[in-house]
């Protein structure tokens, strides 16, 4: 029985250029000089650090320019509240999600059965299981899932014949 997975995935080496990169530029342009803005990484942890609001959306910025131009999706980050670090230093952690939420893969479930599609939808951990009897059946309900989640960033894979 044909089959595939809906997974959220991050490519990791990607984010950790994209953060690469936007410290860099940090480093080389003018408005930035003698300032201690930068990016941490620690796995799926990004931690911005800005010596004031208006830098700190700057850098977001630049991250964003980044993220778009590696195909690294910026809905798969979760920014977090602004924190004060002293004077008038700010830093901002953000979760890079990856894996289908719970109530995201009840939802894309509710959502194949409430298509009333020829396929079953099971959640299985981090990913969304879809098989079904045909190939032409796995790809409306591909084209289903693309069009109706917007949340966050899903990817087919594991097919299987």
Do not use: C, W
Request: no cysteine.
């Amino acid at each position: 029985m044909p089959s595939f997975d809906i997974v959220s995935e991050v490519n990791k080496v990607e984010l950790k250029n994209v953060v690469e990169q936007t410290n860099k530029e940090i480093g080389t342009r003018f408005d930035f000089k003698a300032s201690d803005a930068r990016i941490e990484q620690k796995d799926l942890e990004l931690t911005v650090y800005a010596d004031d609001n208006f830098k700190l959306k700057q850098v977001m910025e630049i991250l964003h320019t980044k993220m778009g131009k590696r195909n690294v999706d910026i809905r798969s980050l979760d920014a977090k509240g602004v924190e004060k670090i002293g004077g008038d230093k700010v830093k901002q952690p953000i979760t890079v999600r990856e894996g289908i939420e719970q109530e995201v893969g009840k939802k894309i479930v509710k959502l194949i059965k409430d298509a009333k599609m020829k396929v079953q939808a099971s959640i299985q951990g981090n990913a969304v299981r879809i098989s079904g009897a045909k190939k032409d059946d796995l790809q409306d309900a591909i084209n289903l899932v693309r069009k109706s989640i917007t949340e966050v960033p899903v990817q087919f894979n594991n097919f299987r014949d």
